[in-house]
């Protein structure tokens, strides 16, 4: 930063020029996107729907509304925004709303520039001091957005009429840069009405004052569809004013969120410890959040985050590594016994229908089922397993359960040759622990797909024969 100009008369020698702050926006857009790299990254499954929308407002030079309900990365996209400013940005020293030196607005850096003309000093502030960002709440004020007079200034000598004594709020301290509205509709709606002159007229007014200061902002809100009739609504000339709505979602295949989870989640590490989640789990997880979105028992007006997989995957694991370590074994690899640890990740994070209300656990346990007959069905064909349902039938049984060690799962498996192909196949791994997973995937399977007859007490199960 030393060699970069220091003063007004410096900058102008160096040949930089000012560029409005979607100008500049749309400048690193297109060479993102020349180069065949996303404009936002680390999100995943929007390449085909929402990314296309968003780089066409960029484009633009459009304010935006991201529409979509909760965990479908929207505050995530708008952060990820800062990446397509300008890394360094020169603004008139000790300026408060960081002012252009060739355009200054306010009343410090106006006075400043004409007393010291070509020798006022210049600061450079990075890309990521130029994002302001603010939850709108019920009781968000203009204050808080625009600005108000500070009491102290006052105090201090000034009459109430001097510029000098506002306090800038938030929108104009990211002047020249990129400021977001996360929930729009929890924004009482006089306090909207605030907003108009920023998206249109691009300036603020603060009472009292005859004062306009045309900032430079790009404004970029979030909102869930439902806020428009549950707790509040975006006025009409508001949602008016900006130029692009863009409709997320979640993730529309397994795979995706499969993706996400293992991007997000905090992985468990322990000294001693080998953890590894089999494909055949990680798949119920996320398989769990799927059915979550289309069952008639879930509220789907409040939607079912992604944050859910995330949660329920770390959780599984977290079980598998308490159930290990009780055990003394090495190595976690989730079960299909340590499922039912996910209704205390998934209770919280989901809202049951008025008519099941009370029914929270039966509910999440159906769900838990279901995930597992559909991952069963689509990784092993039913016929594969003739044989080992008419072994079963002959006498066999099989516990399961917490409080079974891996290496029990691995005797058994050995006075059952007609299961070992497909357990082992599954498993991906001779460790004992694996073994173990894929064995009780098998069995839950079959028992869920009526094949096998199963008897649950507690942690505990025994697989039978149906006869």
Same mark, same amino acid.
């Given at each position: ?15 930089? #020029? !000012? ?33 296309? &929308? ?12 991201? $529409?979509?309900?909760?965990? &479908?990365?929207? =505050?995530r996209m ?8 300008d ?9 408060e709303?960081?002012?252009d ?6 009343r ?12 006022t ?23 808080d ?19 000098? =004594? ?5 929108v ?19 306090? &909207?009405?605030g907003?108009?002159?920023? $998206?249109?007229?691009?300036?603020? &007014?603060i ?5 306009? $200061? ?6 970029? +809100? ?11 609504r ?11 709505q ?12 499969l993706?996400?989870v293992? #991007? ?6 322990a ?28 509220n ?19 079980? +598998? ?25 998934t +209770? ?17 346990? #159906?769900l838990?089922?279901q ?8 990784r ?12 079963f ?12 060690? !891996? ?9 059952m ?6 357990v ?6 001779e ?29 505990? +199960?025994?697989?039978?024969?149906r006869?």
């Open positions: 930063m030393t060699s970069r100009p220091a003063t007004l008369g410096q900058l102008r020698e160096a040949g930089w #020029q !000012s560029v409005p702050v979607k100008e500049e926006v749309r400048r690193n857009a297109v060479k993102r996107i020349a180069a065949g790299e996303p404009v936002v990254k680390g999100v995943m499954g929007y390449e085909d729907t929402v990314l296309p &929308q968003l780089e066409n407002a960029l484009l633009a030079g459009h304010d935006i509304i991201l $529409l979509g309900e909760r965990g &479908q990365a929207k =505050t708008i952060r990820s925004l800062t990446d397509l400013l890394e360094w940005l020169p603004i008139v020293a000790g300026s709303i960081n002012d030196p060739y355009h200054p607005v306010s410090h850096a106006r006075d400043l520039v004409a007393e010291r003309g070509d020798d000093p210049i600061e450079w502030i990075h890309r990521d001091t130029r994002f302001g960002e603010k939850l709108a709440t019920p009781d968000t004020s203009i204050a957005l625009i600005g108000e007079v500070d009491p102290i200034r006052v105090a201090e000598g000034r009459y109430l009429s001097d510029e000098l =004594t506002i306090h800038y709020g938030l104009p301290r990211t002047n020249r840069g990129i400021f977001a509205m996360n929930e729009l509709p929890d924004l009482a709606e006089r306090i &909207q009405v907003l108009l002159n920023v $998206l249109e007229e691009r300036d603020v &007014q009472r009292g004052y005859k004062l306009r $200061l045309p900032l430079d902002v790009m404004l970029v +809100a979030t909102a869930n569809p439902e806020d428009y009739t549950n707790r509040g975006i006025i009409t000339p508001l949602k008016d004013r900006f130029g692009s863009i409709r997320t979602h979640y993730p529309l295949e397994i795979e995706t969120e993706e996400v293992r #991007q997000e989640s905090n992985a468990l590490e000294e001693g410890l080998r953890v590894q989640v089999p494909e055949f789990m990680a798949e119920i997880v996320a398989t769990l959040s799927h059915l979550a979105r289309s069952s008639s028992k879930i789907q007006r409040s939607g079912v985050s992604v944050r859910l997989s995330i949660a329920n995957y770390e959780t599984l694991v977290a079980n +598998a590594a308490r159930r290990a370590l009780r055990a003394g074994e090495p190595d976690v690899v989730p079960r299909v016994s340590d499922l039912e640890s996910l209704v205390s990740s +209770a919280g994070k989901v809202e049951i229908e008025t008519l099941d209300e009370g029914r929270d656990e039966h509910v999440i346990d #159906q838990v089922k995930s597992i007959l559909t991952v069963f069905k689509s092993c064909p039913i016929e594969r397993f003739k044989d080992v349902v008419t072994a039938e002959e006498g066999v049984v099989v516990h399961a359960g917490d409080d079974v060690g !891996s290496a029990r799962y691995v005797d058994a498996l050995a006075s040759p007609v299961l070992k192909t497909p082992m196949d599954l498993a991906g791994s460790t004992p622990a694996a073994v173990a997973s894929a064995m009780e995937f098998v069995l839950e399977g079959l028992h869920l797909s009526k094949r096998l007859n199963k008897e649950a007490t507690g942690g505990r +199960a025994t697989y039978r024969g006869n």
